[in-house]
């Protein structure tokens, strides 16, 4: 995938975003919920952007920090948490403390899921992401149930080169919206 073709697709979610605001006065974070999953009985959609109120940050400044940050920077955030997760996995593994292991591995997973099932597939850009996230998601799976570091590690490396990509994008994207003060 070019870097000229991730930014067009970030640039048509950011528009495909605002032109939902316009119409229904709502920002995505506010209603977002994914066509593919279903409503859970706690009145939270799986896979929505924000968490049931149990399970809230409990710092207020954290939290407010993900209510009011952009869709791409929410996207930001979920590659960094699946990076410090695999991070925590690698070390666990190091250590033989399987059940840690597991359960980092587990939450990397997760994210991985998150971002497949909020993917748009209908261009070829969406498909092509969608092949790499499922790649990486089965490269996690094998590092799990294999106990193999190298198979951690390669799925580690293209989590960081779609957070690089993202990142850039996003900064290419305020610099054009703003001026040259946009930094992600």
């Not at 410090?84 to 666990?92: G, T, V, Y």
């Not at 969406?126 to 790649?135: A, V």
């Not at 390669?154 to 994207?173: H, M, Y």
Request: glycine content about 6%; proline content about 3%; aromatic content about 8%.
């Amino acid at each position: 995938m070019s870097f000229q073709n991730a930014q067009t697709a970030y640039k048509q979610t950011m528009k495909q975003a605002e032109d939902y605001q316009k119409t229904t006065g709502k920002t995505a974070n506010q209603t977002f919920t994914p066509a593919s999953a279903p409503s859970s009985g706690s009145g939270a959609a799986l896979g929505s952007v924000n968490p049931p109120q149990q399970k809230q940050a409990a710092n207020p400044y954290q939290q407010n920090a993900l209510d009011t940050a952009s869709s791409g920077d929410l996207t930001l955030l979920l590659y960094n948490g699946c990076i410090k997760f695999i991070d925590k996995a690698d070390k666990a593994m190091e250590e033989n403390n399987i059940e840690d292991k597991n359960k980092f591995i587990k939450r990397a997973q997760d994210i991985i899921r998150e971002l497949m099932i909020t993917l748009k597939t209908d261009s070829d850009i969406g498909q092509n992401m969608y092949s790499l996230y499922d790649f990486i998601h089965r490269r996690l799976i094998d590092a799990n149930v294999q106990n193999d570091r190298e198979a951690l590690q390669e799925a580690r490396g293209f989590v960081v080169d779609f957070r690089d990509t993202w990142k850039e994008i996003i900064k290419l994207d305020r610099q054009q919206r703003f001026g040259e003060g946009g930094q992600a």
